[in-house]
């Protein structure tokens, strides 16, 4: 392949999750196969912004060959990147990813796109501006069980779909700079999106900061769709067992994902329940309860991640508009404000009431 199509990536931000990044594209990300290209893949890690020193020197040690800067702005200006990775608290993410764009790079913003909806819009504006793939880290649209829930709803195997909750909790990580839901819930909604093909007409949350003072450690929230399906997400870092799981009900078959399991993340039950007219009765119902099989399927094991990364390469090479694109990105914040300002006037009422 030719070393001009092969894209130099930047990578903003080396903490918690920054890493992962750097090594899937110091990896095998260079010479594996994109499954949309025709050709071998094009990206690799070309330099790294990150202004903790003892974290730059880790990056250096393990990517000599990268370029390192402790200053986004120099990476930006001198680091010769066609695209950045910005893994940078979400605080951060409308001023790093609007001056990115404004540089002229593609970016691929971990989740959520902002903090705010006005921010969020900003940066989808900016996207259209500028023409450079901007696409959000939604990476649960990259994990092939949720992959396969998609074909199921789509295909009608599950029926009419009821009703889907989700379990996100464990100890830690504590964030700084946002509370529980706008760390853990937007994997949530981004599915819901994804699955639903829609956004909530309603919601109602509540949540608890018990570690510090306006910042929810704990939330709840119920959210109600278009076609009578409701939603449930519980979100918390502050409880201690690790689950992450999402159950889907439909009228026809049931599906359990848990992404903890190392091989068996789903289950598709075929159990349901109607009421049917009772044989000579008059006007009389019997519920009846189907209780069959359960079927775990085989699924691809391949790493949401690097498909994600590799799905952000692609779109650039090819032009397409990526899965979790900027409106996306956007349809999510928008919800996550939604429920937040619900959490605030609950617990102003609560004040009240005191
Ligand atoms: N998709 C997922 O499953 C997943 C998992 C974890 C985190 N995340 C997301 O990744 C992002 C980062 O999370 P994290 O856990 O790595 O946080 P972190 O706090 O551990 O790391 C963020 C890093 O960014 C650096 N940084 C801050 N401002 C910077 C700037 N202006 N330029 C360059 N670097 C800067 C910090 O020094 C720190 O090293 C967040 O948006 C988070 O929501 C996503």
């Not at 880790?58 to 200006?77: K, M, S, V, W």
């Not at 994804?194 to 949540?207: E, F, H, Q, T």
Request: contains cysteine; hydrophobic residues 45%; charged residues 25%.
């Amino acid at each position: 392949m030719a070393e001009s199509r092969q894209l130099r990536v930047g990578l903003i931000g080396f903490g918690l999750w920054g890493p992962h990044y750097a090594r899937i594209l110091a990896g095998t990300m260079g010479s594996a196969r994109l499954a949309a290209c025709a050709e071998p893949a094009a990206a690799r890690l070309a330099a790294c912004a990150e202004p903790a020193a003892a974290r730059l020197a880790a990056f250096e040690r393990q990517y000599p060959a990268a370029r390192a800067y402790a200053d986004y702005n120099r990476l930006l200006r001198d680091g010769d990147v066609d695209a950045v990775i910005v893994a940078t608290p979400t605080s951060t993410h409308r001023e790093v990813v609007e001056r990115c764009l404004k540089a002229g790079v593609h970016v691929l913003v971990e989740k959520p796109l902002a903090g705010t909806v006005a921010d969020a819009e900003a940066l989808a504006a900016l996207e259209k501006e500028t023409g450079r793939v901007l696409m959000v880290g939604h990476t649960f649209l990259f994990n092939s069980a949720v992959r396969a829930i998609k074909g199921y709803i789509d295909d009608g195997l599950l029926g009419e779909i009821r009703y889907l909750y989700f379990t996100r909790t464990g100890l830690g990580p504590i964030r700084q700079d946002v509370n529980a839901l706008w760390d853990l819930a937007p994997h949530d909604f981004s599915m819901l999106r994804y699955w639903l093909g829609s956004d909530p007409i309603d919601l109602v949350a509540r949540g608890q900061s018990f570690l510090k003072p306006d910042t929810e450690d704990v939330v709840f929230v119920t959210l109600s769709y278009p076609d009578r399906v409701l939603a449930s997400v519980h979100v918390s870092w502050l409880d201690p067992v690790k689950v992450r799981s999402v159950t889907v009900v439909g009228d026809r078959k049931m599906v359990v994902f848990d992404d903890t399991h190392p091989t068996e993340k789903l289950r598709i039950y075929d159990k349901g329940a109607d009421y049917q007219p009772r044989e000579g009765g008059f006007a009389e119902f019997i519920a009846a309860v189907r209780d069959g099989d359960i079927v775990i399927p085989r699924l691809d094991q391949r790493e949401p991640l690097r498909e994600q990364l590799e799905h952000f390469v692609d779109c650039i090479i090819t032009g397409r508009r990526p899965i979790a694109s900027a409106d996306d990105g956007v349809a999510v914040v928008k919800v996550l404000e939604r429920a937040q300002r619900e959490l605030r006037a609950a617990s102003s009422s609560r004040l009240g009431m005191a």
